[in-house]
């Protein structure tokens, strides 16, 4: 896998490269700022870019902005988010554009560099990796507005680890359910939603973020 | 010291040929005929509305009357200020523009608590007497002039050939009201001498006059103290949401990334467990120990500039404990019987920590003063001086302009003398009360 990384702070930009090529992805870049972002993506085409959200020169939403012009401009290319916020605005717009190849990580989750590694993989493959808590906020909103009250609570757990991008064997393996329970789950979600079941993961994702009913996303194709 | 009397001997003489003198005399023409004026005016439109309103009948053309007075008293101090801005060079700030209320009650409500417009009933009527020397100047200059012209005109003229003159002179308290006659022309030159001292005391007069009226308009056209305290809640709100701001950035930028890092290290030693790879595991606990320790620093550092530990014992302690981790040598008296407010320790404190930073950046000094005491009159008194190169200005230095927004918040002021060459001195001086 060939990675970019945009990330201000030296320590964690440094560490973020150690721990891929650790693991035996190539880093091709490492900036610390969107532009340079930008023009790294133009010359290495990579298959991932591990985008930081406040950069210089204004700290505020530079990761962001370079994030989304980077779906426009390279769909080819995944791009996970990488922050010490969650905003459910920012996975809005970020989520404007569709679900493929898309992830939005605490910076906390690096502490376990097993998961944090197969979520960029699953982004560089054309996956989601959404953090637990931008999924939790997208069902805190749901359910302000009535949506998830058909679901049993069960459900909704298996909901929200779809949401993630989980694979029904990594449903069932968090869970600790097999792997039939799990189908069935899914197929009762997708019953009482009125979709028909899919096996392709960023299908499942779409239709759960859908389903949950961000503006932007109902909005989105 | 004869070289010190001829020098201002000839300043004193010569003032009268100067532009300044004309602009002040025009200022007296022209702002000694409007606040006549402008009194009489005033004081019509003030005692019919009031006399007026108090009779049964007339209240509504009484109250008219009243709001009149007040919004032309508003018009009347913007004249004064643009007469005083243009002539004498004197720019005072224009206060806030009305606002009216809404609904005919409310409008005049607002019409009659129009501090701004009270403030300038009240300098109309202090104008009378002002008015009256601005212009009593003014004559006594221009007969001055006419008087020093005198031999030229009985040259010219000659139409007091074997008669008499009677100069005009300015009323004045010297000549006891006694009138000058002349017979001849050499005595046109006592007349012309006579007028040139009234042109050069009219002038000078004028000068003086002026200088009184401006500290009027300053006080009763500008700002009240109500714009003013509004324009300092602005600097005190925004003080605390940079500040709010400034803590979240250096949490952003140094405790959490130390953590995320620590996180990250702590992660990967955990990988290299299973391989097995001892020396590779020790490195990266080690570098996650060091970020556990940076973020603690961090996290102290952060801590300590919310609100110092040390000024819960009160700030000669604490200012004590600041002069200690001062990079040049510092020394703190303190003199304070009585504590002052939390929050203007606080200023206090954050005060003396800034200055000592400037003095350690810009001033090469080898001694820091720090003097503290509170005065009987209710004020917390703070000096800071360096025996450093100087040359610190308040208008120019962000930080020092910083500080004075904040000590202004309080009502409270920053002087600072530096002139280059040092020695550095900067007064901030505090209510004990915010």
Partial sequence: ?221 | MAEQIRRVTGTILRAPLTRRTVRELQYCALSGLAGVAGFAVTMVLLVSGVTVTGSVVGTVVGLLLLTLALRLSRRLAALHRRLAGWLLGERVEAPPNFQPGSGILGRLDKRLRDRTAWRAVSYSLVKLPVAAVQLYCLMATLIGVVDVTYPVDWLLFRHHAGGSLHPLMAPNPVSFGAKLEIYSWPGTFLVALLGALGVVAGTWLARGVNAGDRRLIRGLLGPSRVSELERTRTLAVDDAAAALRRVERDLHDGAQMRLAALAMNLGMAREKLDDADEATVRELIDAAQRNAVDALADLRDLARGIHPPALDLGLPSALATLATSSAIPATVTADIPARPAPAIESIAYFCAAELIANATKHSYANHIKINIYTERSGVLRLEVTDDGVGGADAARGSGLAGLAQRVSTVDGRLDVSSPPGGPTMVRVELPLKA
Avoid: C, W
């Fill in chain 1, 1 to 221: 896998m060939r990675v970019v990384i945009a990330e201000d702070a030296a320590l964690l930009r440094e560490g973020l490269t150690r721990l891929l090529e650790d693991r035996g992805h190539a880093v091709v870049a490492a900036v610390n700022d969107g532009e340079g972002l930008l023009a790294a993506v133009a010359e290495h085409k990579p298959d991932v870019a591990v985008v930081d959200i406040r950069m210089p020169p204004t700290h505020t939403d530079e990761g962001l902005r370079a994030a989304l012009e980077l779906r426009r401009s390279f769909p080819g290319v995944g791009v996970l988010m990488f922050s010490q916020y969650i905003e459910t605005s920012y996975s809005a717009q970020l989520l404007e554009g569709g679900a493929a190849g898309v992830g939005y990580l605490l910076k906390d989750r690096v502490a376990n560099v097993a998961e944090f590694a197969a979520a960029l993989e699953r982004v560089a493959g054309g996956g989601t990796a959404l953090d637990p808590e931008v999924v939790s906020q997208l069902f805190r909103a749901s359910r302000q507005r009535g949506g998830l009250t058909t679901l049993t609570p069960r459900e909704r757990q298996v909901l929200a680890l779809m949401a993630e991008g989980r694979s029904n064997a990594g449903i069932a393996a968090e869970l600790v359910i097999s792997g039939g329970a799990v189908e069935k789950h899914v197929a009762s979600i997708f019953t009482k939603l009125g979709l028909p079941p899919d096996d392709n993961d960023n299908r499942r994702v779409l239709a759960v973020l859908r389903y949950l009913g961000s503006p932007a996303l109902r909005a989105a194709g």
